[in-house]
T-cell receptor, first 111, second 115 residues
Framework: GENVEQHPSTLSVQEGDSAVIKCTYS??????FPWYKQELGKRPQLIID?????GEKKDQRIAVTLNKTAKHFSLHITETQPEDSAVYFC??????????FGAGTTVTVRA | DAGVIQSPRHEVTEMGQEVTLRCKPI?????LFWYRQTMMRGLELLIY????????DSGMPEDRFSAKMPNASFSTLKIQPSEPRDSAVYFC?????????????FGPGTRLTVL
């Protein structure tokens, strides 16, 4: 089955700085890579996703890059704000709609 | 739409008791997923359904766990008998089928505590 590894497990950044989270996956058949944000006590919510036919996607302050050859993808958050503090999960999925999640990254934005 | 609905939101029970968690997916969504979240193991997929049919239950930890989806608008996850190590947050999520429809919408979760 698919194995997704996520690094780092915790990340502390100064407000206004950038945050980068990296994930690797094992199954070359995976073609969909979403990122979920989970605030404390809340449900995971999709913030951005990328498909295997695209190398990069951006939505305001967040962007995701995908390297299919190396089987890794990354989340970039620029100009971080206190409300970006949360746990972020990457995931990988093939055509069966089954998501394999990474272990999560706890991001803390220091004011 | 109200989103994915789960009940109860919190459940405290004693070891050995039966626990039933309930989920109502978003109307029109063909896929339904049950996840368990703990600090130690993260987000684990337990089982998922497509058109009310179980597709993959390889994540169900043991025979004490069972899940059903009798119709398109209702699913249950049952634990019998419950054990303290089952304490976790259980999420239900649903997903529509179709091109461009890969987002899974999570419910608010059920926080289960087994004493």
């Amino acid at each position: 089955g698919e194995n997704v590894e996520q690094h780092p497990s915790t990340l502390s950044v100064q407000e206004g700085d950038s945050a980068v989270i990296k994930c690797t996956y094992s199954d070359s058949a995976s073609n969909y890579f979403p990122w979920y944000k989970q605030e404390l006590g809340k449900r995971p919510q999709l913030i951005i996703d990328i498909r295997s036919n695209v190398g990069e996607k951006k939505d305001q302050r967040i962007a995701v890059t995908l390297n299919k050859t190396a089987k890794h993808f990354s989340l970039h958050i620029t100009e971080t704000q206190p409300e970006d503090s949360a746990v972020y999960f990457c995931a990988a999925c093939s055509n069966d709609y089954k998501l394999s999640f990474g272990a999560g990254t706890t991001v803390t934005v220091r004011a | 739409d109200a989103g994915v609905i789960q009940s109860p939101r919190h459940e405290v029970t004693e070891m050995g008791q039966e626990v039933t968690l309930r989920c109502k997916p978003i109307s029109g969504h063909d896929y339904l997923f049950w996840y368990r979240q703990t600090m130690m193991r993260g987000l684990e997929l337990l089982i998922y359904f497509n058109n009310n049919v179980p597709i993959d239950d390889s994540g169900m930890p043991e025979d004490r766990f069972s899940a059903k989806m009798p119709n398109a608008s209702f699913s249950t996850l049952k634990i019998q008998p419950s054990e303290p190590r089952d304490s976790a947050v259980y999420f239900c999520a649903s997903n529509p089928t179709g091109v461009g429809s890969r987002e899974q919408f999570f419910g608010p979760g059920t926080r289960l505590t087994v004493l």
